[in-house]
């Protein structure tokens, strides 16, 4: 939690090895994970090791179907096996999507691509997945969707690192609330 430009999303991005797309660096401190320096660690490294981060501003690949997005998130898998595997896993966690899967990802509603964003994600089988401001913009009725979604995913035994405005929803959900301001805690 915190204010626009406390460094929320940054903190995301210095987890997930995002830093470098926008050519910054951690100039002090570093990151650990499970006991481990990670610092400065690629996003492909991060993402070979189960951190997944759905950056900020619902970025769906505009012109494939919603299928075709869950298949890219799962690139890393390699068997066909798998990817089936993985489409079934989350339209089993996600059913709206398996209603979706042949629409056009663009023309999805802006819950509905923040569905399918989160699927995205669960494709490459996070064990940490970092979402920023999953609920922005959405309605109300629709931010419970997304919550009782992430419930569902912690439910699951995936650790959720999420940066959101709506305080009581995302409290009500996590073991730990961080306030960030001028990018201190
Ligand atoms: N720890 C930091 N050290 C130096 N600069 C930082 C740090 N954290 C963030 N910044 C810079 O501050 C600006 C705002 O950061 P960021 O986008 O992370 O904020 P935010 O909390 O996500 O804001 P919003 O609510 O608007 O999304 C960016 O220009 C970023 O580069
Ligand atoms: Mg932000």
Known sequence: LGPNGA???TTLKTI???L?????????????MLGQDITGASAERMVADGVVHVVEGRKVLRHMTAEQNL?????????MADVKQGLERVYGLIPRLAE?????AGYLSGGEQQLLLIGRAMMARPRLLMIDEPSLGLAPLMVKE????????????????????HAQAALALA??????????V
Do not use: C, P, W
């Open 71 to 79: 298949v890219v998130g799962g690139h890393r898998l390699t068997r």
């Open 146 to 165: 997304i919550f009782d979604l992430l419930a569902k995913l912690r439910g699951e035994g995936v650790s959720l690192l999420i940066v959101e405005q």
């Open 100 to 104: 979706l899967r042949t629409r056009t």
């Open 16 to 18: 997930s090895g995002m």
């Open 20 to 32: 470098d797309v926008e050519e910054g660096r951690v100039a002090s401190g570093n990151v650990r």
């Open 7 to 9: 460094g929320k999303s």
């Open 175 to 184: 073991d730990h609330g961080y306030i960030l301001e001028n990018g201190r």
